[in-house]
């Protein structure tokens, strides 16, 4: 387990699994309950975000998973076609992220014995393609160490919006990945300034690499009713059973996020570690910064998705996302001004963050 | 002549004139240079600006004209296809006020001898149609001595948008006219304020009623060849001749504004007289004013011509008009969001008067 750096690591035993959840729904109008931000070609390039996540994955590993809600299933299926059709596994309705990715873990070792699993976001995106594959190259070697091993953002600002992992020692003999002291929640801006300031700290990007073994196995401990709802669920997965079962068991599993169920305790015990890196990492939250991720044209208009001008009268900078006609913004500094076939949004980057509201406005009113 | 209050001034000889000329460019992209402002239903009534003028002014006088830019001259005649074709008078471009009242004046002469002639903007709205009325009554009383008389809005604010009308004595013989000392160019805030508290001053709202004998007589005085100019083009107006007389006259016309060409200079040697009047008068010259004439509903929304709900979220008021969707507003203060066929504008009604720049930035852009 020490020769991480003198020759590739294999990554023959990694299973990956997206778990495509939450609708994002500060990217209101773009994202719906019926369109959830995976599924959205958020930057314009012509694919969405599940399509890079599934296509940077595929290859690193042949076998993907994704844990999505049933209703959009067929949406995930459509858009990824190379997959095959039963490694899109349907929630039945959403509970959290450690009921996702446990049953995955179990499913996993019901179809094929225990094995490394990697997972990872559905609509996060990054740009460094060769830092990640090296990245998990290296949490799949310290994963097989008995670690759950996380991938941490080497932070780029003084964040609030993330939360924060603090390393401690080298791991031995895992080249490039640390131990983890804690995990911490999402900061204020002073705390996130010092944490930057004294370094040894990295953004949680939701990002676990462990053995199926190894995260059953806590789970077993910390919460063994919900490791044996999935264990039972994924028993009946592939039979005539798994309707009635899914019907009987999931609604009763404990709805918790990986991080409090496993990262946190299990770090407080010694056995995280975390693998640093540079990845050109983007979790776009909303329109703020989805504006930061985009090139503005020469007058500071980002468009996407649109074939019509914009115009800028006593105003500086924009962001306009579809709509079918020209638009011109008079004395609004970084206007938002977002059209779907649904609903209009105007609002202002500093504001982006309220849009979480918006639907819920209109139902309101 | 001083029996106007004893029984009611006969309206016999009056002619009224609607110049309809003038895009309203701060109301873009409602209004465009195929679509001016007078031809907007812009309160959502169901009626358009010219419509509401031509009914309030045909209840005074039979005989209404328009004087039109030739584009618009069918698209008026289909909205007022009760006057006949030959009161609608295209102007082949554009040459200000003057030009297109005192050819009204010519061609009124020419048809009919000289009669009282009201001229009044398509494009204000008036909402006290009985005080209207017996303004225009004064009015014409009061024409009949010989005056060139102008109907003056009594201030309900210290506006610096339009220009004022210093009254002086009563004119005699005619109650509630008065003789005016001088008009006066739009004042600053501070002025305006000082204005109206002095009192005695009124707003110029472009409402004149004067002889067509007298108003073309001040012309051949002051602007000799205009006058020789709209009398040789009235001549041959109902003619073969017209279409040539125009082409080879009409663009030597002097382009002025009647402010300008009579009202300054005749109330300077004595010969205005002004009939104050509160008529809920209303020039509507961008969105913040639109927005003030309009009845927001619980949540401080004022909505035009839309079938489908406006949210808003930390946000105070907004004047949403046109769109086909719902449009949800964030974190922005009486935002304005025009959508037409053409365009979308976003802007606040504090900014509203710079929308007369809009078009261009698409332009330029």
Do not use: C
């Not at 911490?184 to 040894?200: F, H, Q, S, V």
């Amino acid at each position: 387990m020490n020769d991480s750096t003198s020759s590739p690591v294999s990554l023959d035993d990694l299973v990956v699994v997206i778990p495509a959840g939450g609708v994002g729904s500060r990217l209101w109008p773009l994202s719906q309950p019926s369109r959830p931000k995976f599924l959205l070609d958020l930057l314009g390039t012509g694919s969405t975000l599940i399509q890079d996540t599934v296509a940077r994955l595929q290859a690193l590993a042949d076998d993907v998973y994704i844990v999505t809600g049933a209703r959009h299933a067929d949406a995930v299926a459509g858009q990824v076609p190379q997959l095959p059709g039963d490694r899109i596994v349907g929630e039945p309705s959403p509970r959290d992220s450690m009921a996702a990715i446990a049953l995955a873990a179990a499913l996993i070792e019901q179809r094929r014995g225990p094995a490394v699993m990697g997972s990872f976001a559905a609509d996060h995106v990054i740009t460094e393609s060769a830092a990640f594959a090296e990245a998990v190259r290296t949490a799949v070697a310290a994963a097989r160490t008995g670690k759950v091993v996380t991938i941490g953002i080497t932070p780029t600002e003084p964040s609030s919006a993330f939360g924060y992992i603090r390393q401690a020692g080298a791991l031995e003999g895992v080249d490039g990945a640390f131990e983890v002291a804690e995990f911490t929640e999402k900061p204020d801006a002073e705390t996130a300034a010092r944490m930057l300031a004294d370094g040894g700290y990295v953004w949680n990007a939701g990002m676990f690499v462990v053995g199926t073994d190894v995260l059953l196995g806590h789970l077993a401990h910390q919460l063994p009713s919900l490791e044996a709802g999935v264990r039972e669920i994924a028993a009946a997965w592939d039979t005539d059973a798994r309707d009635e079962v899914l019907a009987r068991v999931w609604p009763t599993l404990t709805k918790i996020a990986i991080d409090h169920a496993i990262a946190e305790p299990v770090a407080a015990a010694g056995g995280v570690a975390v693998v640093p890196a540079s990845l050109g990492w983007h979790d776009i939250g909303d329109f703020d910064s989805l504006a930061s991720m985009l090139t503005p044209d020469a007058q500071g208009v980002v468009a996407v998705g649109r074939d019509h001008g914009v115009g800028l009268v006593g105003a500086e900078k924009a962001l306009v996302v579809g709509g079918d006609r020209p638009v011109v913004i008079v004395g609004v500094d970084d206007a938002v001004v977002v059209q779907t076939q649904e609903a209009l949004l105007v609002t202002t980057r500093a504001q982006s963050q309220r849009v979480k509201d918006a639907a819920a406005s209109l139902e309101a009113e």
